[in-house]
Every structure is written in structure tokens, then in C-alpha cells.
């Protein structure tokens, strides 16, 4: 072949093997076809060469292999040369060197004069190149004209990866509203596009965008809801890999809002799904496996190889941060190079777990602030919460505290903007689990600052005198806000609709809906199911509820402000005070308060671990020693002795004590707000403490005044439901002879029917608390017939199943204007559920919300008898204060004889004492929540 057609792929492997130079070659090949036959020759070795950009691992290789392969092109035609330079330009963006794209893009627009398309498509390449750079302004220069020019022609498929390019680089800067209103458009746009075309990302690529985008913003439903997308048109799809990513980014949601059992349950799923589509190194990360390679995984994913195996470490191993930091220093550096600032700032944030481990503090807050810069830059306000948190616990242990308590305070104000921006009570208790951290850290400032304060006396400077004395009032407020406040909200909402609702009742049914919804969604979430149609279903009651307080007048901007401290003193009765118990990993903060205003504060050091641990064994202890047989009494009677006497000396006693020195006088009542699983502690004993006071359990502060303002006699109807197992002999004996409580048919369509015009419901009958799932604990009634409420139970395994009134139902169905009292003389009828949020999701708390001034019910498993017995005393004791009828039943049960037992239950099988029910499993089970 003459030179002027000279074999234009062995000339490049001429040039890549250092036989001849760039120049040479170039000048070469650019020289004049003799024939159409030549050309045609030439333009099949053009294909060949780019095949060989395609193949290229190395930047520089590429951009020779692109000079060569564009100098072969030009005798064939101008067109053909520009689809060479685009080729090499998306090849070298492929290997993260978009600066060397731009250039190549800018020559190649120039030869495509006269068709539009190409045009176009090199202009978008050029904008995505420009995207990889960073270059934010010139981005912004040429988008008008490109996506004018896309509109013109009508290709949605260039606009939407425009749009998704915008999305990208507003995220980066932090501009949450271009960003989400671009991924928006650009989802709408691709929607419109065939699934497979070649110009655009896979549909399921732009959903995970909008996620990550929509929860960098805190918008945390439509993060959710994008995430679900994904998933859907991946499995449709067929890319089985990318729905697995998609459920381990639902798992870093859900752990992005501290809610770790739910991410656990996502990621290890997530793990399983990637083993089947044969991504072994995904799953490992996804389960923290420490891999056998340096770099963890594949290369496929390489920006985040040395992150996998670094969090590997750090979260599934002990002892091995030193490891860990080198690692996490290349995964910053690989991370920033390629944009990822979600990973770089994770890795920030872990590098600073680390080097506090290795007992770097100094450097440790250098990580943190650098992670939250990085969070901040990019508009990631989650992240920004739980690294300013981790800031100020390395503070506050490394003796900076009056630091530490500045940067709490601003990441309080943060994490509520980001509450308060929440749609649905599921993701308003979510971010507080995020806060929760946060506001742990705050109460332990304020707490150690009053005591070190007091402690110090006059010794103390008259700065931190005056800052900590009004530590008090924060924790009074901190100990509402530390709460998801869910319940504070319908209690407030429930009091306005309840004043209109005789002259608007559609206002009821419409809270009642959004109630439902609620419900619905939390429900949805805790089966980790798809939450798209509970969110929609739940904005429509939402939208419903707005509609109709507007057609009556009503206003319903209620919020879940804290009821300050003036407020609740005045709530309090002259001889009522109230305590809160918050709760912190080191232990337990307990504020006094007192009708006078007047505060107290102690820390009972008690960690978090020794806390839950005691709680299972007294639980464990009193369910074994109800069920005991009759050769374990003497065992489990001592096993419950023991744990009681524990609580008493670790909490009970410091309460009581704090109590006497800020009111010499014991109260007649004392009013208590726990927290977490100090809602399944009996505080009845703390009356024996202070000379037989009364106790109460509220489920937040901000309770006190808004159940006493509902006013309530309970003249209305009084209503018993019984047992449909029949299996508890003597729950019948539970209401003495002549009350007047007319019976309801224990089944669900009936209460919801009848209870509404009761003024008291008394419910005998067995009861189930679901730790997992407690929206799901109830109260047994008969199976419904017909198809099941997505509020309720599954539907029943067989014929003579039980059915159960749901925590879900009575929260979403039911409205109790008239009630003054509800007792459930069932098991376990007054656990909620422990969980991060702190929130009072229980049966006690469905009815508060559902109207009633007060419940009565159990923390463990009722003895059927002891819990007869116990109701008769109550009820004869019974003259306007629950909580003081309860006090004497309590006394009367310790004091009933075996005689007198037998002769009131008809029945001689006993306990083997005499009184055969005055321990505490049979006297304490039963709490009384409300406000008299």
C-alpha cells in the first residue's frame, strides 16, 4: 500500500511502542486518500482504533490513541473525526480526567456543522464534562443554549441527562433547590425516553440521584419514596445488582436517621441480593466484613475500596483503628478526586472515631470539623447533625465543655429545622432519632454544668453561675424536645378539633384519617415495605384535614413546641410535683420540678447497657414468678425481690431523695415523665418513699397541661368489654356488683361504635405487647369477619383465632370526647415501645391520644386472680382520682388474707403466703397514666 494509504492502527502501534513519533505518525495519516476504495479501507481501521480508546485504562494512552485515531479520520470526513474526538473524550471522563475531555469536545463542534444532533450531543458531553470538573459557572454559562437547542429538537433524552448534570453539580454546592427542582424535571423527562436508550442514564440511576439529593436536603419522605422507585425499575429491569443498592441505600437512610435495627434489616437483606447476582464484595461491605485483599473490593467501584474495608474494620472488629486510619485517609483523598462527598464526609467522620480511639483527640476534632465543612458545603444536613453531635461529645470528655455547649446548641437548631420539615409522625420520629444523640449530649452539658456550678459554690465564676443556673429550665425544655413530641402534637390538635368538633364533625373524621394514614405509614416502614402509597394516602388526609379546619374556621397551626417551665409550674396542683427522667448513655439526668417554679438536678450514674440489662431481668423476673410452679415460688420470689431492690437503690432512691430537698413536705402527688425503658419501671414504689404519695406516669412534660384541660366527668355511658377467649376465669370479677357498666361485644367494628359516648371503658381480657412492631400490641377481641383492616392484625390463622384491637386502630379510629378513664386489666397493657425517638407508641398512649383523660394498665404479665382482686379494690375505691383509688387498691390487695381471697374468687388455689398477694409482681403490675 502507497504511504499516503498507510495502515493507520499499525502506524498507533507504531507510536505506542516507541518506533515512531506522534508527529510522524499524525502527519501520516492525515495525508489525502487516493480513492474512494482507500477511504473505506480507512475508515474501518478508524472503528478498530476507537475500539482501542474503548479498551485504554490509561489517560495518557487515551488521548494518543484519540490524536492518532482523529488524524486517520481526517482524509475520511469531518463528521467521522468528531465522533472520534467525542469517543476519546467520553473514554477519558470514563477515567476521571474530564480537563483533557473539554478540549477534545471544543474541536470536535466545529466539524459537525449541519447536523444539529451531533451538535448536540457534543454540547451535552461537553456540559457532563464540565459537571466532572466542578465548573459550576461555565456550566451555567452554556446550559440555556443547550438545553434550548435540546427542547428545539424535541430530544428529551440529552435534556434529561442535562438537567441531571445540573442536579449533580447544585447538590454539590449546596443549592437544594435548583438541585431538587433539576432531578425532578430530569426524572419527569427520562420518564418519557425508551428505557434503553443509549444517550441517557438507566431509569433506576436517576432515581437513586433524586434520593441521595432529596436526602441530603432533609426531605426525607421523597427520599424514601425515590429510593422505592429505584428498586421497582431496577427489578423490571432486570438488574438485580442495582435493586440491591437500592434497599442498602434505604438501610443508610433509615441509619442516617439513627434508626440502626431497620438499617441492620435493609442491609443485610441488601448483602443477600447481592450474593445472588454474584457481588460477593458488595455484600461483604454491606454485612462490615473485613476482606483478605488491601483494597476490599473490586475495582469496579473504586472510589470507595478503601472506605469498605476501613468501616470493615472500624465497625466489625474491635481494636484495630490504627489500621483503619491510613485507609480512611485514601479513601478522603479518592473520594474527594471523584466528587463523592457523602463518602468523603463519612469517612471524615469515621477517620475522627479512630484517632479518638488512638487517643488523638486534638486530631479527632480536626476530622470532625473538616466532616462537617464537607456535609455543609454540600447541603447535608443530616450528616451536618450527627458530625457537629460527634464534635461536641469529644468536647465535652476532652474538658472543653462550654465549647461543646455552643455547638450542641447549633446542631439542635439545625436537627429541628429538619424535624419540623418532616411530613409524616415515621420520619419526624426518624430525624429524632438522629437528635436523640444530639440532645443526650446537650442534657449531659446542662446537667454537669449545674451540678459541677453547685458544687463549686462561690468558688464558681459569676459567668458560669449565671449560665448554669438556667440549666433547669433547658433541661425542662430538652426533656419535651428530646422526645419525638408526637404525642404532644395530637394532644394539642386533638384539643382544638375537640372544641369545634360539635358544630364541625367533619373536623374529626378528617383527624381521625390523618391519624390513620400516620399509622399506616409507620406500620409500612416497620414491615419495611414500599412507603410510597401510605405517603401518598397520608398527604391526601393531610390535605383533607387543612380543608376542612378552613371551612370552619379553625386554626390547626399547633406544632410541638415545648410547654415551658412557668407553664407546667402552673399546671402543677400546690401539692403535686413533677419529675422527669431522661435518659443518656452514662446514665440517668432527674429534674425536679414544683408548683412554685422552684428546679433541682441530679445525674444517677447508671449506663444505658446496665439500664436495659436490669429492665429485661425484671421483666424476666416477674413474668417467671407469675407463671412459677409451685417447686419455683421461693426462687423466683427472691429473683423479683432482688431486681426491685436494685432499681430502688440505683434510681428510686436518688429521685426520692431529690424530691425531700427541694420540698421538705412530701407531695400528695408526684407526676412522672420517663424516657425509653424507664417507661417499663414500676414507679409505685417511689409512694413508699414519700409517705404514701401517688404516682403518675405521663409520656412527655408537655402532657400535664393539655390532658388537664380536657374536661371530662365521666357521666357518660360506662362501658366493659370482656374476655372472647375464655379463658380467663375470673376476669368477670373484676367490676364488684351494681356499677352499671353496660357490656360491649369484644369486637372491634363494635367499639369503634359504642365507645365513642363512653364516659369509662373497662377492658378484661388478654393483652399483647410486639416490641418489634408495638403499633401492632393490643387488646384480644373476636376475629372480624369480612376483609381485614390494613390498620389491624393479618388476618387469623384459623376459625377460633383471636382478632386484636390494634395500638393502630385506637390511634387511627378511634375519638374519645367523653372519657375520663380507661383501664386495661390485661398483660402487658402499658408497655410502649423502646425505641430512639423516645416515643410513648402505646396502648396507654393510643387512648390518651384518642381522648381519655386517664388510663390504668400493666407493666407485666397480670396474675388473673391478683388482678381481680386488685380491680374490685380500685373500683370501690374509686371517687374522682384514679391515681389515689389505685394507692388503696394497691394497700388492700398487700392486705387481703387468704380467707378472704378464696371467699371472694370463689376458689382455694393460691399462692402458698398468707397474704397470698402482697409481693410486688401482684401489687405494682398495674401504673396509672394521666392527670386525674
Known amino acids: 500500500m502507497p504511504p499516503e494509504a498507510a495502515d493507520a492502527v499499525e502506524a498507533a502501534r507504531r507510536v505506542l511502542d516507541g518506533r515512531s513519533s506522534m508527529a510522524e505518525a499524525a502527519g501520516l495519516l492525515r495525508r489525502p486518500l487516493p480513492s474512494a476504495a482507500h477511504r473505506h479501507v480507512r475508515h474501518g481501521e478508524v472503528q478498530q482504533l476507537t475500539e482501542m480508546i474503548d479498551r485504554a485504562e490509561d489517560a495518557g494512552r487515551v488521548e494518543m490513541l484519540t490524536e492518532l485515531a482523529a488524524a486517520a479520520a481526517a482524509p475520511v470526513a469531518d463528521p467521522v473525526r468528531a465522533q472520534v474526538l467525542a469517543r476519546g473524550a467520553t473514554r477519558l471522563m470514563a477515567l476521571h480526567a474530564p480537563e483533557p475531555a473539554v478540549a477534545l469536545l471544543a474541536a470536535a463542534r466545529p466539524l459537525l456543522s449541519g447536523d444539529e444532533l451531533m451538535q ?3 454540547d451535552r458531553l461537553r456540559l457532563h464534562a464540565l459537571c466532572d470538573l ?3 459557572a461555565a456550566f451555567e454559562r452554556d446550559l440555556p443554549g443547550v438545553a434550548g437547542q435540546a427542547e428545539r429538537l424535541g430530544s428529551d433524552s440529552q435534556l434529561c441527562m442535562v438537567l441531571y448534570d445540573r442536579a449533580v453539580l447544585a447538590a454539590r454546592a449546596g443549592d437544594a433547590p435548583c438541585a431538587l427542582e433539576s432531578v425532578r424535571e430530569a426524572r419527569r423527562l427520562r420518564a418519557r425516553v425508551p428505557t434503553e436508550d443509549a444517550y441517557a442514564h438507566a431509569p433506576d440511576q436517576f432515581a437513586l440521584q433524586h434520593a441521595r439529593i432529596a436526602r441530603q436536603n432533609g426531605r426525607l419522605e421523597e427520599a424514601l419514596g425515590a429510593l422505592e422507585d429505584m428498586r421497582k425499575l431496577a427489578l423490571a429491569a432486570g438488574r438485580h445488582t442495582e435493586a440491591a443498592w437500592a434497599r442498602s441505600e434505604l438501610g443508610i437512610t433509615w441509619d442516617l436517621l439513627g434508626d440502626s435495627g431497620r438499617a441492620g434489616k435493609l442491609l443485610r437483606s441488601a448483602a443477600a441480593e ?8 458488595l455484600a461483604s461491605h454491606w454485612r462490615h466484613e473485613v476482606g483478605d485483599g488491601a483494597d476490599g473490593a473490586d475495582g469496579e467501584d473504586g472510589p470507595s475500596r478503601y472506605w469498605q474495608r476501613a468501616s470493615a474494620l472500624m465497625l466489625g472488629t474491635t481494636g484495630r483503628a490504627e489500621e483503619a486510619v491510613p485507609l480512611l485517609r485514601k479513601a478522603i483523598a479518592d473520594a474527594r478526586d471523584a466528587h463523592h462527598a457523602d463518602l468523603e464526609a463519612d469517612a471524615r467522620n469515621m477517620l475522627a472515631a479512630a484517632l479518638e480511639e488512638c487517643g488523638q483527640p486534638e486530631q479527632a476534632q480536626m476530622a470532625l470539623r473538616t466532616a462537617i465543612a464537607t456535609a455543609r458545603r454540600s447541603g447535608d444536613a443530616l450528616r451536618e447533625v450527627r458530625y457537629g453531635t460527634n464534635l461536641a461529645r469529644v468536647l465535652m470528655f476532652d474538658g472543653g465543655v462550654e465549647e461543646a455547649q455552643q455547638e450542641i446548641e447549633s446542631v439542635l437548631a439545625l436537627g429541628e429545622r429538619l424535624r419540623a420539615s418532616a411530613a409524616t409522625v415515621e420520619l419526624s420520629q426518624s430525624v429524632a432519632i438522629t437528635l436523640a444523640r ?21 468558688d464558681a465564676s459569676p459567668q458560669f453561675a449565671a449560665f448554669a443556673r438556667t440549666r433547669p ?7 419535651q424536645r428530646a422526645r419525638a413530641a408526637t404525642m404532644t402534637e395530637a394532644l394539642r390538635i386533638g384539643r382544638v378539633v375537640e372544641a369545634d368538633g360539635g358544630s364541625a364533625p367533619e373536623l374529626v373524621s378528617a383527624m381521625l384519617d390523618l391519624r390513620a394514614g400516620e399509622a399506616a405509614v409507620q406500620l409500612a416502614a416497620a414491615r419495611v415495605e414500599d412507603l410510597s402509597p401510605a405517603l401518598a394516602a397520608r398527604d391526601r388526609s393531610a390535605a383533607r384535614l387543612r380543608e376542612a379546619a378552613g371551612s370552619a374556621g379553625v386554626s390547626l397551626t399547633v406544632g410541638s413546641v415545648p410547654v415551658g417551665r412557668d407553664d407546667l409550674a402552673a399546671a402543677l396542683a400546690p401539692d403535686e410535683v413533677l419529675v422527669d427522667l431522661l435518659t443518656v448513655p452514662e446514665g440517668v439526668v432527674v429534674t425536679i420540678l414544683t408548683p412554685a417554679g422552684e428546679s433541682a438536678v441530679e445525674i444517677v450514674r447508671w449506663p ?57 413536705i412530701a407531695p400528695r402527688r408526684m407526676l412522672v415523665s420517663p424516657e425509653n425503658e424507664l417507661f417499663h419501671l414500676p414507679y409505685w414504689r417511689l409512694s413508699a418513699r414519700l409517705d404514701d404519695c401517688t404516682v403518675s406516669i405521663l409520656p412527655t412534660p408537655g402532657a400535664l397541661p393539655l390532658l388537664r384541660a380536657r374536661r371530662r366527668d365521666g357521666r357518660r355511658p360506662w362501658i366493659s368489654v370482656g374476655d372472647p377467649s375464655g379463658t380467663l376465669r375470673h376476669a368477670a370479677q373484676d367490676l364488684p356488683a351494681g356499677l352499671g357498666y353496660r357490656p360491649c361485644a369484644p369486637e372491634t367494628g363494635a367499639l369503634l361504635r359504642t365507645l365513642p359516648a363512653a364516659g369509662r371503658v373497662h377492658f378484661a381480657c388478654h393483652g399483647h405487647f410486639e416490641p418489634g412492631n408495638s403499633l401492632l400490641s393490643g387488646l384480644d377481641v373476636r376475629a372480624p369477619a369480612g376483609p381485614a383492616d390494613p390498620l389491624g392484625m393479618p388476618p387469623p390463622a384459623g376459625p377460633d383465632a383471636p382478632g386484636r384491637f390494634t395500638v393502630a386502630q385506637i390511634s387511627g379510629r378511634l375519638y374519645l370526647p367523653h372519657c375520663s378513664l380507661v383501664v386495661l386489666s390485661a398483660c402487658t397493657s402499658g408497655l410502649p415501645r423502646v425505641h430512639p425517638a423516645s416515643e410513648f407508641t402505646s396502648l396507654p398512649g393510643a387512648f390518651l391520644m384518642s381522648g381519655a383523660r386517664n388510663v390504668v394498665a400493666s407493666l407485666w404479665f397480670a396474675q388473673d386472680k391478683a388482678a381481680a382482686l386488685l380491680m374490685r379494690a380500685f373500683y370501690d375505691a374509686l371517687d374522682g382520682s384514679p391515681s389515689a383509688a389505685l394507692v388503696a387498691a394497691r394497700r388492700r390487695l398487700a392486705a387481703t388474707g387468704r380467707a378472704e381471697a378464696a371467699e371472694l374468687l370463689g376458689t382455694d388455689d393460691l399462692p402458698p403466703f398468707d397474704p397470698p398477694f402482697a409481693e410486688t409482681v401482684y401489687t405494682d403490675c398495674f401504673q396509672h397514666y394521666g392527670v386525674d
Open 473 to 479: 429550665d433547658a433541661l425542662v425544655r430538652m426533656g
Open 134 to 136: 466542578d465548573d459550576r
Open 274 to 281: 447481592a450474593e445472588q447476582a454474584g457481588r460477593g464484595d
Open 608 to 664: 444505658e447497657d446496665d439500664r436495659r440489662r436490669m429492665v429485661k431481668q425484671m421483666e424476666r423476673a416477674c413474668r417467671e414468678r407469675v407463671r412459677a410452679h409451685r417447686d419455683d415460688v421461693v426462687e423466683t420470689r427472691l429473683a423479683v425481690e432482688a431486681a426491685v431492690d436494685a432499681l430502688d437503690a440505683v434510681l428510686l432512691t436518688t429521685v426520692a431523695d431529690t424530691v425531700r430537698a427541694v420540698m421538705p
Open 120 to 122: 448536540l450531543e457534543t
Open 438 to 458: 444530639a440532645y443526650d449530649t446537650a442534657i449531659l452539658i446542662a446537667a454537669g454544668m449545674h451540678k459541677t456550678a453547685r458544687e463549686l459554690g462561690e
